[in-house]
């Protein structure tokens, strides 16, 4: 027996097909109408006994790489032709074999046309996702999807998507394929799909080869004699979505709009991802990916079936491992191309010349690079960005990103009554001209940023959100009192300190010019210590913040030299957001003396940070676990990830190159530099990479591979820094 290598990628997806007959006579369908015509001599339905097979060979793969996830896709042919009946006992099997192992995804790709709610029931019972194929208004799904006696599908199709909208099938509703014609109007096409409100839309190129090229209808050649309608037609769709608002993902756009930031690829007919499909037919034949069909009679064929091979097997197949190559696995053309991160060379079917096999660009190469290329000049912002001029201009601007994030927690928060109540305060902060600026100074703090962030990705944090407001008002010296749920017996006040707490529970913080207090679940009553002389500040529950030592439940965050240093903080919550563990908070003061004396180096230094007014100078200094060095993490600029074995020398070295990464870092958050997936994104790194490493030839390269490109490549914001670059380089060279 074969044994898949542990190091090949694993595989997440199985198209199972459960009906290889159709009630649809699609003139386009890959399945019917292609060079692979085996569905004649396959199995109507799939047979109960290739159904355990199938469930028990996916089981064994599921063990064997401890998949977290398998996506399970009934299709067909048409596989609502199974009947509800036979529906109910497919997902069952599945589920008895697949459910204890793993989180099992069982999705349908359906015509929709015989729908109904005893499918439905079904659905809802295994929580099946249903997409539905749909090529755009009537008109335009009439070219194509007609049924066996030529009649419309349209109202039947639409009759089913309108019942899978009920309240109680509307959560199995996954979203609308539809299969690109160049003939149709593309935004009647786009608003006929957006009226229908799906969750989701994907666009497919018609299934084409170098052989069978899809259909052009006569239209001007661009410059270089190259038509590209299919861009063309998805760039007018795109638009019309951007002038939407974006109602709901569509998943090529999604993809390129990913891979463009440096993403993964979002659907596999672009992008560099592995294949992680199987396909499985009702006879029980192991396939690769079915679209192949397109290619030659035979090519999807392995030799394997479920009832003598596993999926370990399956996997190891050429086929299947020359899907899985990345850009190894493209031809020299593709690898040579400016945008094969997002493009990949296409759908690997559509890549196909009887000559030479699959070592060609897609078929639709020219209209591939045309959308990648469209796609990132309308998201390309190039408008001039003060940001890049100097620090403080730069502060501003991440200042107005975090502003940005804050206002969109609160919408997360709208129906919560402490929230309202923070969010007042926070308004009234921000209106006076004397509290406004330290508003600002909490905002800034970088684990803010994070904070907010998580909260927008998942449920929002109102306890965070809360203890944000009461801290802005510590800091700018206003009265007020909020209450809130509190989660865990650490109430954090960004940068303040943390306080602890009896227990978790209801909490009320007063806040005044100078002190705070906090009474909760299991807090004594201000004044009350017991009967032993400890209560908090001076007995009397109040924490007062010039009080030497400080409370006993109150552990406030320091500044590394004295107050215009950085803070040192190794209490916030969102502080576990670097590439490397977090240390505990510090027990010694060993961290900050080594500390002191890098800053000391760093001030005898007359070319080092400390001496240029652009520099990097870190306002938060996190400890890490031993051995990590100096690191930035996923935060507002500002904050250092500094290893707690760091010594004194390696800080004064490191801080120079790192904290050119993090003004890079916090410049790429608030202006465009560049046409997204342009090389010179690349570039900007080497060049500032060097610069920070003092490899002053080596930054030289960069600088000049970069002002040889193509003017378009950059923004004038970009522009600007590479300008900025060169003078650096110039003054520091010698």
């Not at 009553?525 to 409370?551: C, F, I, Y």
């Not at 060049?687 to 970069?706: I, M, N, Q, S």
Request: glycine letters at 8%; charged letters at 25%.
């Amino acid at each position: 027996m074969t044994i898949q290598s542990p190091d090949s990628p694993p595989l997440r997806q199985l198209v199972l097909k459960i009906h290889s007959r159709c009630d649809l006579l699609c003139d386009h369908c890959y399945v019917y109408q292609h060079a692979d015509q085996s569905w004649r001599s396959r199995p109507t339905f799939i047979r109960p006994e290739t159904v355990r097979a199938v469930a028990g060979r996916l089981a064994e793969h599921t063990q064997a790489r401890a998949l977290e996830s398998v996506s399970v896709i009934l299709h067909g042919g048409e596989p609502l032709l199974v009947g509800p009946a036979r529906l109910r006992a497919i997902c069952a099997e599945l589920t008895r074999a697949l459910a204890p192992l793993t989180a099992l995804d069982l999705r349908m790709h359906t015509n929709a046309v015989t729908l109904n709610r005893r499918h439905l029931d079904v659905c809802r019972e295994f929580g099946v996702h249903v997409s539905v194929s749909l090529d755009g208004d009537r008109a335009a799904n009439d070219r194509h999807r007609l049924d066996r006696r030529g009649r419309s599908s349209f109202d039947r199709v639409v009759r089913g998507i309108r019942l899978l909208q009920e309240p109680e099938y509307r959560h199995l509703f996954s979203g609308i394929l539809c299969t690109v014609d160049v003939a149709n109007d593309p935004v009647a096409v786009h608003d006929a799909l957006t009226e229908l409100a799906p969750p989701r839309i994907d666009y497919l190129l018609p299934h084409s080869t170098w052989d069978s090229p899809p259909p052009h209808p006569d239209k001007a050649a661009t410059a270089d004699g190259t038509a590209t309608p299919y861009a063309d037609w998805l760039l007018a769709v795109f638009d019309r979505w951007e002038e939407q608002g974006r109602p709901m993902p569509v998943r090529t756009f999604d993809s390129v709009l990913s891979t463009l930031r440096g993403g993964p690829p979002l659907t596999e007919a672009m992008g560099l991802a592995p294949s992680d499909l199987a396909v499985i037919e009702t006879d029980g034949t192991f396939e690769q990916a079915d679209w192949l069909k397109i290619a030659f009679a035979g090519a999807p064929e392995t030799g394997y079936d479920v009832f003598r091979h596993g999926f370990a097997e399956f996997a190891a197949h050429p086929g299947v491992r020359a899907r899985q190559q990345g850009v190894e696995g493209i031809s020299e053309t593709c690898r040579r191309c400016p945008v094969v991160r997002s493009c990949g060379g296409g759908l690997y079917g559509h890549r196909y010349r009887a000559e030479n096999g699959f070592d060609n660009p897609s078929v639709f190469c020219a209209d591939l690079r045309a959308l990648v290329e469209g796609v990132a000049d309308r998201v390309t912002d190039r408008s001039f960005a003060p940001a890049v001029l100097s620090q403080d201009r730069l502060g501003w601007a991440q200042l107005e990103l975090d502003r940005l994030l804050l206002r969109r927690t609160r919408q997360q928060l709208v129906a919560e009554p402490d929230a309202a109540e923070a969010w007042r305060l926070l308004l009234a902060l921000d209106a006076d001209p004397e509290t406004a600026p330290r508003l600002d100074e909490v905002l800034a703090h970088p684990y803010v940023r994070t904070g907010l962030r998580r909260s927008l990705r998942g449920p929002a944090d109102t306890a965070r959100f809360m203890s944000l407001a009461a801290a802005a008002a510590l800091r700018a010296g206003r009265s007020a009192t909020l209450s809130w749920d509190q989660p865990g017996t650490r109430l954090h006040l960004p940068t303040w300190g943390t306080y602890r707490l009896a227990a978790p529970g209801r909490v009320e913080v007063t806040v005044t010019p100078d002190a705070f207090r906090v009474r909760g679940a299991g807090e004594r009553p201000a004044g009350d210590d017991g009967g032993n002389g400890k209560g908090e500040g001076n007995g009397d529950g109040w924490v007062r913040l010039d009080e030497t030592p400080a409370a006993t439940r109150w552990r406030p965050l320091g500044r590394l030299l004295a107050q215009d240093g950085p803070l040192v903080d190794d209490a916030d919550p969102y502080r576990d957001c670097y590439p490397a563990t977090v240390a505990p908070p510090l027990a010694s003061g060993d961290f900050l003396e080594r500390l002191g004396r890098a800053y000391e180096l760093l001030d005898k230094d007359a070319s080092g940070p400390r001496t240029d007014p652009d520099a990097f100078r870190p306002t938060v200094l996190t400890p890490l676990e031993a051995g990590s060095g100096l690191l930035l993490g996923a935060h507002g600029f500002g904050a250092l990830g500094v290893a707690v074995d760091v010594t004194p020398e390696e800080f004064a070295r490191e801080l120079p190159r790192i904290g050119r990464r993090a003004r890079l870092t916090a410049l790429r958050e608030t202006a465009d530099l560049h046409r997204p997936g342009s090389p010179a994104g690349d570039l900007l790194d080497r060049a500032d990479d060097e610069l920070g490493r003092r490899a002053y030839p080596e930054a030289a390269r960069a600088l000049t591979a970069l002002t040889l490109l193509p003017e378009s490549e950059l923004t004038v914001t970009g522009a600007v820094l590479v300008a900025r670059m060169w003078s650096q380089w110039a003054g520091r060279r010698d």
